[in-house]
């Protein structure tokens, strides 16, 4: 099966920056849309950003100019490289990738989550 695994969530104050990484392995013909999710608890998850396989992207609002979305086709990587962190970012990131198995079916997974914590 295909997993995904989640690095670079941690504490940080506000105004600072981190770096996450999901990294997929296992069966994997190739991977379409990626993204990353971000949940607070007793809130519902929201999308944070999007990047399809041609490069192009998509950004929350509250997130736009701040937060970069990229992807390493070659390693099954997606990246989140997140600046000018605030409190309001603080959540657990998750991260989603549409993996293509040679069935030529597309599964949604999801990485296991990552705590992000911005203190005031």
């Known amino acids: 099966q295909v997993q995904l695994v989640e690095s670079g969530g941690g504490l940080v104050q506000a105004g600072g920056s981190l770096r996450l990484s999901c990294a997929a392995s296992?069966?994997?013909?190739?991977?379409?849309?990626m993204g990353w999710h971000r949940q607070v608890s007793g809130k519902q998850r929201e999308l944070v950003a999007t990047?399809?396989?041609?490069?192009?992207?998509n950004y929350a609002d509250s997130v736009k100019g701040r937060f970069t979305i990229s992807r390493d086709n070659a390693k099954n990587t997606v990246y989140l490289q997140m600046n000018s962190l605030k409190p309001e970012d603080t959540a657990v990131y998750y991260c989603?990738?549409?993996?293509?198995?040679?069935?030529?079916?597309?599964?949604?997974?999801w990485g296991q989550g990552t705590q992000v914590t911005v203190s005031s």
């Open positions: 989603l990738m549409r993996v293509v198995k040679r069935s030529q079916l597309e599964y949604a997974i």
């Open positions: 296992g069966s994997i013909f190739s991977i379409n849309a």
């Open positions: 990047i399809r396989k041609d490069g192009s992207t």
